[in-house]
């Protein structure tokens, strides 16, 4: 007979669906109900404590995930990725992937999730995706899929490929390790693997071709046009474009570049080509076919400055208002670089306007306008002083340009956390931390802009589940769940036991934790196979499986929460694309089991 839950339990049920719920609704925001998840376990458990526990105790459990490992691991690696991304170390890697891309998104897409998928089965997948989130923030800004659409399937990839071995996830090694402890044999590496394997084969139409379409553009450059800048390409030395002529390399013009008044003879070293483009396009024209847009003594002055001032190199884009002097000027004339050791990239100007007379001086320069918006670099000081002085506007939207000099050492960071976490060396705490120290030290990322790589929203939303999971075990409401669910599975045929039975830690590990999954799942599933009289073995795997089917929830694991400011997800896009995810591993998952075990 199955005793009623104790209070705390039923309160721990009634909070918990209470924060599920008005996730779902969405009239409030994702950090007000954190916020007051938190306020009522930490007010319900000071006025009425836990048995055995003093009123301070039931504090310290509900503002613990403030102070909580896992916490400050997510905002490490956070810290990390960030470094990568400002010091352009991905970029290789991005522009790989974009060629793919390119050829196909679909293709694209279908590779990366195979990709990570694979190698989630021999590293830790936290790192796998830390590695992965920015480099497809990098693409989503080139032209690829958003980050919205790609995040979240690359997320349950990995998710997948952890599952696949015993050292995946360290739930896996966890499970195995209370089951070898009553009395079941240690399992192999790959013992499990093929079963998960041929899920996977159904699993990934699913995250290739449907989720994509579940989740929205989030995009916002997608609804404005971009601004197209005039400028002129000063060919480079070591160009492949010098001695050529215009007719043999015009087709190696990256996309997005206009080339205006194509000159005629072979090109030489510091010729000038017009050419228009957004800045991302000028970008990579400057880098794939080695030109500059400005001056190289300018360019030289700009960096030495920021390096001897420890600042970053910026891209501001500015109007030119009607009081500038530098209206009718061209570039050349307006004496800018020598004035405020800027650089003025391009020159954006409405097409409507630019069929207008006299726009150009006699050296074919363009004389600046009212209106026009320029596209400058340099270090933030001088950049002020410059729209100060001229009379300019500095619109929103500025850049830091990577600090290409530590690339090489944000990587070879980041390689050392990803390696030590991944065999063993460190805990993933540990390494992340480290990495994040290094980072700053380095001077990576500094500490005036880590605000940029944390998310607050993220930050509250970890520290309401951690103390979610923390009451949901203490006060015994996931032990009687189990319970109540082992009462009811003995007049069950096996396939729908180990379908239950992951079922139910699949809802413990959304909603609590992998850890409490699997502390509480596993000594259930030996109680019900000496019940049911099955095999063991069969039922621990359902256990395994299911702490690691947390898609449904941003809370259920550090990855979901890592994703979460990237991709611009709420808490139904993860309901909408995880819950179906679920239901069809759970479904595929159950029958290979009763078919490779004979039940």
């Known amino acids: 007979m199955l005793d009623m839950p104790s209070y705390h339990a039923m309160a721990a049920m009634v909070v918990t669906i209470w924060m599920f719920v008005e996730f779902v609704r969405g009239r409030m925001s994702i950090e007000i109900i954190s916020l007051l998840t938190i306020a009522v376990i930490a007010v319900g458990l000071y006025f009425f404590p836990l048995e055995g526990t003093k009123p301070t105790d039931g504090l310290a459990l509900a503002f613990g995930g403030f102070g909580h490992y896992a916490l400050i691991t997510i905002c490490a690696l956070m810290i990390m990725g960030r470094g990568l991304v400002v010091t352009g170390a991905l970029e290789p890697a991005a522009r790989l992937l974009e060629q793919l891309f390119r050829f196909n998104l679909q293709l694209g897409l279908l590779f990366s999730l195979i990709i990570t998928l694979v190698l989630s089965m021999f590293v830790n997948n936290t790192p796998v995706l830390v590695l992965m989130i920015p480099i497809f923030a990098a693409l989503a800004q080139r032209g690829a899929m958003a980050t919205s659409k790609t995040l979240m399937p690359l997320n349950a990839a ?148 920021a390096s001897a001032q420890g600042e970053d190199v910026m891209v501001f884009e500015m109007t030119v208002t009607a009081d500038s002097r530098l209206i009718t000027r061209t570039l050349p004339s307006s004496g800018i670089a020598d004035l405020y050791s800027v650089a003025v990239l391009g020159i954006h100007r409405p097409e409507r306007l630019l069929g207008e007379k006299n726009q150009y001086s006699d050296g074919g320069d363009l004389r600046i306008a009212e209106g026009d918006v320029l596209l400058v670099m340099g270090i933030e000081e001088d950049l002020q002083t410059f729209a100060r002085n001229d009379s300019l506007l500095m619109l929103d939207g500025a850049r830091e340009l990577p600090r290409r000099s530590k690339a090489l050492l944000a990587a070879a960071i980041m390689a050392f956390s990803v390696l030590t976490a991944a065999f063993g060396l460190f805990p993933i705490a540990i390494s992340a931390l480290a990495g994040a120290i290094l980072m700053f030290v380095t001077g990576c990322v500094k500490f005036d802009r880590v605000g940029r790589a944390l998310s607050g929203q993220v930050i509250v939303l970890v520290a309401a589940s951690i103390a979610i999971g923390r009451v949901i075990d203490d006060s015994g409401a996931a032990a009687w769940l189990g319970e109540a669910l082992s009462i009811g599975l003995v007049y069950l045929p096996p396939a729908l036991v180990l379908a239950a039975v992951m079922a139910f830690v699949t809802f413990i590990t959304n909603f609590a934790s992998n850890a409490t999954a699997a502390t509480v799942g596993t000594p259930i599933a030996f109680g019900i196979a000496a019940q049911l009289g099955i095999p063991a073995e069969p039922l621990v795997l359902a256990v395994l499986f299911g702490c690691n089917l947390c898609y449904a929830t941003p809370i259920a694991y550090q990855t979901n929460m890592l994703i979460m400011s990237e991709g611009s997800y709420e808490f139904s896009d993860y309901i909408r694309t995880g819950v179906p995810l679920v239901v069809l591993m759970v479904t595929t998952l159950s029958i290979l089991l009763v078919l490779w075990y004979g039940l």
Do not use: C
């Not at 994509?212 to 060919?235: M, S």
């Open 158 to 305: 990995s998710l997948i490929g952890g599952l696949a071995t015993t050292i995946g996830t360290s739930t896996n090694i966890l499970v195995v390790s209370i089951a070898v402890d009553l009395g079941m044999r240690e399992m192999g590496v790959f013992d499990f693997t093929p079963i998960v394997l041929l899920a996977a084969l159904v699993a990934i139409p699913y995250m290739w071709l449907v989720m994509p379409r579940l989740l929205d553009d989030n995009r916002v450059e997608n609804q404005v046009a971009e601004r197209q800048f005039h400028t002129r390409l000063r060919v480079g030395t070591d160009s492949f474009l010098a001695g050529k002529e215009m007719a043999e390399v015009e087709t190696r013009f990256p996309k997005g570049i206009t080339l205006h008044s194509p000159p005629s003879g072979p090109l030489q070293p510091q010729q000038q080509l017009h050419i228009s483009g957004s800045h991302q396009a000028l970008e990579d024209a400057t880098r794939e076919l080695k030109g500059q847009l400005a001056p190289s003594w300018v360019l030289d002055r700009i960096k030495r400055t």
